[in-house]
């Protein structure tokens, strides 16, 4: 069972990749591109040009595990304005993306500090 909070960090590779690529190709683009360690306790999320679908690849300590997600109807939001290829996310960031929200343009309310009451 893939359990998302177990991840030490979530890589998102922001350029789109080539969807043919499995887990030989997204685990070398892993190594020369993002210049990480697949064996890591790392998940890795690609996503393709038309934005429908995503792969994740992980290491589960006994091999490679690759999760694909097509939408039918739909278009994943993906980042356009981060200077780096690895965007990492945390764990509800990934949560928003796969439900549809824009995790790069949700922001809590502003943290008030007042002093005074009156």
Sequence with gaps: MLKIDSFK????????VDFRKSIDGLSLIVE??????????????????????????YWDKTGFALWYKRLEEDKYIWPVHHEQDNVILKVKELEYLLDGLNPWQLSPHKELKYKKCG
């Design 32 to 57: 020369s591109e993002m210049k990480l360690d697949p064996f890591s306790n790392y998940l890795f999320i690609f996503g393709n040009r038309k934005k429908d679908k995503l792969k994740v690849l």
């Design 9 to 16: 960090n979530i890589y998102l590779f922001r350029p789109f």
